[in-house]
């Protein structure tokens, strides 16, 4: 991988991370209340404190727990990556 795709990837999860930060709050929720909602809803347990680091792009998030908070939130996975010049053909 290159400087360039390197660069690539992490505008993906800092766009990620951001538009997780700006939905979650959005509802007003903290980030133990959503994990919370998420478990009740799915089943599925998020640590609150990861999810921090994924909003603040110090950590990756899974595939599986992207594609709950999509449906969670009821977005497209293209809502993430619309921004600033990430789009698919980038």
């Known amino acids: 991988m290159n400087s360039k795709e390197s660069f690539q990837i992490k505008e993906i999860y ?4 951001s538009k997780l930060r700006l939905l979650r709050e959005d509802k007003g929720f903290t980030l133990n209340q959503i994990c919370d909602l998420i478990y009740k809803k799915y089943s599925v347990r998020v640590n609150p404190n990861l999810l921090g680091k994924i909003e603040r792009s110090e950590s990756k998030i899974q595939t599986h727990i992207f594609l709950l908070f999509c449906k969670f ?11 600033k010049g990430i789009e698919e053909n980038t």
């Open 73 to 83: 939130y009821k977005v497209n996975s293209s809502f993430f990556l619309i921004e």
């Open 14 to 17: 800092k766009s990620i991370g």
